[in-house]
């Protein structure tokens, strides 16, 4: 089955640092890359998505910078904050996408 | 616009037993997904809907998980019987061009 892997499972950041999570694929065919937030009790929510003809994307303090010949991606939040406290999923596939592990990031106030 | 509802929203059965999940997607999402989801761990696919037609199920254990779409609105999750395994929360997405929306989800828990 394919893979997507992701790291760190956990990552602690203090308030106002950059919080950064990275992801690897193994199916050249995938073009669709979206990163998920998801707060505890709740379902996962589209944050952000990159698309292979980019090398990076950007909304408001979340980038996404895509890595092709890498089959890499990662996800950079700027002036991380206590509220982005929550379990981060990266995917990657086209209609259907695979999801990583997530990880648990804290933002310490 | 109102988002993905699920219902309910937490289960307890016990193993053998029947339990049904209940999906509505976003008005005018031709798709539909249901996924499991692990504690700890990211969400699986079980089984895609296009309109009321099944595009995959591959990951879906037949023997005891059933999923239909009646009109391609909502959607049911049926398992039965129920093993102590299949607690997980139970997530259901919609999409319309290829970005997936997903409801609450359905927290089931096997006794």
Known sequence: QQQVKQSPQSLIVQKGGISIINCAYENTAFDYFPWYQQFPGKGPALLIAIRPDVSEKKEGRFTISFNKSAKQFSLHIMDSQPGDSATYFCAAGDDKIIFGKGTRLHILP | ?111
């Open chain 2, 1 to 111: 616009e109102a988002g993905v509802a699920q219902s309910p929203r937490y289960k307890i059965i016990e193993k053998r037993q029947s339990v049904a999940f209940w999906c509505n997607p976003i008005s005018g999402h031709a798709t539909l997904y249901w996924y499991q989801q692990i504690l700890g761990q990211g969400p699986k696919l079980l089984i895609q809907f296009q309109n009321n037609g099944v595009v995959d199920d591959s990951q879906l254990p037949k023997d005891r998980f059933s999923a239909e779409r009646l009109k391609g609105v909502d959607s049911t999750l049926k398992i039965q019987p129920a093993k102590l395994e299949d607690s997980a929360v139970y997530l259901c997405a919609s999409s319309l061009l290829g970005e997936q929306y997903f409801g609450p989800g359905t927290r089931l828990t096997v006794t």
